[in-house]
């Protein structure tokens, strides 16, 4: 009781399975379902002005902020449900807690990336250090496969190929533009020069 949220608790008094065990609070929820949030120092339910960013609170529409009820981060007896993180583990081990380790399934999928987590210089070849994940068929004696994720941003030959035909397109587009427009300008100043001399001559004509 009248611990906060984010703070270290001893969890000795759950049980002899959990001595040496110490929790971080992490949230919770009241008895009527509000809660908890951080920076609230009460321990009790208020209404609070909230907008998009907030905790509790999620905006249907841009800019829109509503009065919602939310439990303050102080815990006490009204309190029904209560979030922790392990911080430091006990003597025992808690079966389907801690006892097992989910390997990391989804590794990095941009090739940038790849090469910070696995620290590879611009040589080496990305493809070979993508994390692969492995599948068994739904169907009975299926064997097991791997799968990869597509890598993004993979500089291939493929896509250098790719974007030198395109700067040749918009090479070929300028001069072609280039061209239309001096032969744009030659015509306008054929049609002005053609003017001039018919007004010339149309002046000439009035003088006689």
């Keep these: 009781m009248e611990k906060r949220m984010a703070q270290e608790v001893s969890a000795d008094s759950l049980g002899d399975e959990w001595k040496g065990y110490v929790f ?32 509790c ?9 509503k009065r919602k009820s939310v439990r303050g981060c102080i815990v006490n007896s009204d309190i029904a449900v ?11 081990e808690i079966p389907g807690l801690t006892d097992t380790v989910l390997p990391k399934r989804l590794g990095p999928k941009r090739a940038t990336k790849i090469r910070r987590f696995f620290n590879l210089s611009k040589d080496d070849d990305v493809r070979k250090f993508v994390i692969r994940r492995e599948v068994t068929g739904k169907a ?54 053609e003017k001039k001399e018919h007004n010339a001559a149309v002046k000439a004509a009035h003088k006689k």
């Excluded at 609170?57 to 902020?65: F, M, P, T, V």
């Design 82 to 92: 209560l979030s922790v993180v392990i911080v430091k583990q006990g003597d025992n």
């Design 57 to 65: 609170y999620r905006a249907r529409r841009d800019g829109e902020r």
């Design 140 to 193: 009975e004696g299926a064997k097991p496969y791997t799968k990869a994720p597509k890598i993004q941003r993979l500089v291939t030959p493929m896509r250098l190929q790719r974007r030198r035909h395109l700067r040749s397109l918009q090479k070929r587009r300028t001069l072609a533009q280039k061209e239309t427009i001096s032969e744009y300008h030659a015509l306008v100043h054929k049609r002005a020069a």
């Design 24 to 55: 971080r609070i992490t949230g919770g929820n009241d008895k009527q379902g509000f809660p908890m949030k951080q920076g609230v120092l009460l321990p009790h339910r208020v209404r609070l002005l909230l907008a998009d960013g907030h905790s």
